[in-house]
């Protein structure tokens, strides 16, 4: 099993485009995309969309009611895994969504759920600082080329991410 991938240049949202996506009838697919117009974090505030990092939304039905707090946790925990191997240092979870290296931002995760036919989604938006960082006031950010000296091939993350979640679906559905 594995997920229907769908690549872009420029969007104005990945989550926005799944939830398009959802509403043609599709059930499970990875957004992903080279820079986003319009990318948002939690409470509508603005994603800053830097050339050469990871933009992506996967998304898939669920049938179980799950409290959003464990689906944010497994969220975290699942993205966590995928970055690891990049790293000597351990990755923290910030709660809800954040994931930390040296205390500093280096991805933001944004779920939302969508509705079509009485059925529902989950929508994960993923930012991840792959070669460049925000600088945020008050909230320090980092990248993975600045912290370990690697440039991350996009492919391969995203493959892993998508291993990952095929691996851990039952925990949702």
């Known amino acids: 099993m594995s997920f229907k991938k769908f690549f872009y240049k420029k969007v104005n949202s990945t989550n926005d485009l799944a939830i398009k996506k959802i509403k043609t009838g599709l059930t499970k697919g990875i957004i992903i995309a080279d820079f986003q117009k319009k990318g948002r ?3 509508g ?3 800053l969309s830097y050339k050469g990092n990871l933009f992506m939304t996967i998304f898939f039905e669920i049938k179980k009611t799950i409290q959003l707090k464990k689906i944010t946790t497994l969220n975290c925990k699942i993205i966590k895994s995928a970055l690891i191997q ?3 240092k351990s990755i923290a979870i910030k709660y809800p969504n954040d994931l930390l290296v040296n205390n500093k931002k280096i991805c933001g995760i944004l779920q939302e759920t969508a509705f079509n036919k009485k059925l529902k989604f989950i929508i994960i ?3 991840i600082n792959l070669v460049k960082n925000p600088k945020i006031k008050n909230y320090p950010t980092t990248n993975i080329l600045k912290e370990t000296g690697l440039k991350v091939k996009k492919p391969n993350l995203i493959k892993n991410i998508e291993k990952n979640y095929i ?3 039952k925990l949702f559905a």
């Open 41 to 43: 974090g939690r409470f």
């Open 45 to 47: 505030n603005k994603w």
């Open 86 to 88: 990049y790293f000597k």
């Open 125 to 127: 938006g993923i930012g």
């Open 167 to 169: 691996k851990n679906l």
